[in-house]
C-alpha cells in the first residue's frame, strides 16, 4: 500500500505524522486511548481501506450488519428511519471474571459519505458517543472511529480504557475483513 495520504482537498492527512502514515498503509490499526470520565475512557482509532470512500459508505450505513463487524454485537436494528435514524444494539462482552450484556438505543446523525455521529439516548451506559469520520486517502479510505463511554457498572477508569485499546484494533480488523470482502 502507499505511504501518502490525503484528505478531500488533496492535502496530507492532518494530525498523523508520516510514520504514522506509512503503518496505516501497512495495514496497521492506530489508537490512541484517553480518559473520559471517573468510570470511563475514550478511544480514537484510525484505519486505512483499500475501497472507494463510497463504497466504505454504503455498506457502513447498513447497520444491521454491524454484527458482522464487530463480533460482540448480536443485534443490531434500525427502530426508525429519516434525517435522523434511530438504532437498537445488543452486545455481549466477557471481561475479566464478567460477563457483560449491553444494550443501547442510539441516534444517528449522517453527513453523506463523510461522517457518522451516534448519540445515546438510552441504555446500559452512563453516556455514549461514537463519531465515525471518512476521509479519501490514496486509492482508499481513511476511516477514523472514535468511542468515549461510560458503563454503568462502577469500574477503575483504566480498566475501561485498556479493554478499549485491546479490543477497537481487534473490531476494526474484522471490519476492514468484512468490508474488503463484499
Not at 17 to 34: D, P, S
Not at 99 to 107: K, P, W
Not at 137 to 156: E, F
Request: glycine letters at 4%.
Amino acid at each position: 500500500m502507499a505511504t501518502l495520504f490525503l484528505s478531500e482537498e488533496n492535502t496530507p492527512t492532518p494530525n498523523l505524522a508520516w510514520h504514522q502514515q506509512k503503518a496505516l498503509g501497512q495495514g496497521e490499526i492506530l489508537v490512541e486511548t484517553r480518559s473520559h470520565s471517573a468510570w470511563g475512557g475514550a478511544v480514537t482509532a484510525h484505519m486505512y481501506i483499500p475501497l472507494a470512500r463510497s463504497h466504505v459508505w454504503q455498506q457502513l450505513t447498513d447497520y444491521p450488519r454491524w454484527v458482522q463487524y464487530f463480533p460482540d454485537v448480536t443485534k443490531s436494528e434500525i427502530l426508525h428511519q429519516g434525517e435522523a435514524k434511530r438504532l437498537y444494539q445488543v452486545a455481549k462482552k466477557a471481561f475479566m471474571f464478567l460477563t457483560a450484556q449491553v444494550e443501547i438505543y442510539l441516534n444517528v446523525f449522517e453527513v453523506l459519505g463523510q461522517r457518522i455521529q451516534f448519540r445515546l439516548e438510552k441504555g446500559t451506559f452512563a453516556d455514549f458517543t461514537a463519531d465515525l469520520r471518512l476521509q479519501d486517502c490514496d486509492k482508499g479510505t481513511l476511516l477514523t472511529y472514535s468511542v468515549q463511554a461510560t458503563p454503568n457498572i462502577p469500574l477503575p477508569a483504566f480498566l475501561i480504557q485498556q479493554a478499549m485499546h485491546m479490543e477497537l484494533p481487534k473490531n476494526m480488523q474484522n471490519m476492514r475483513q468484512v468490508l474488503c470482502k463484499s
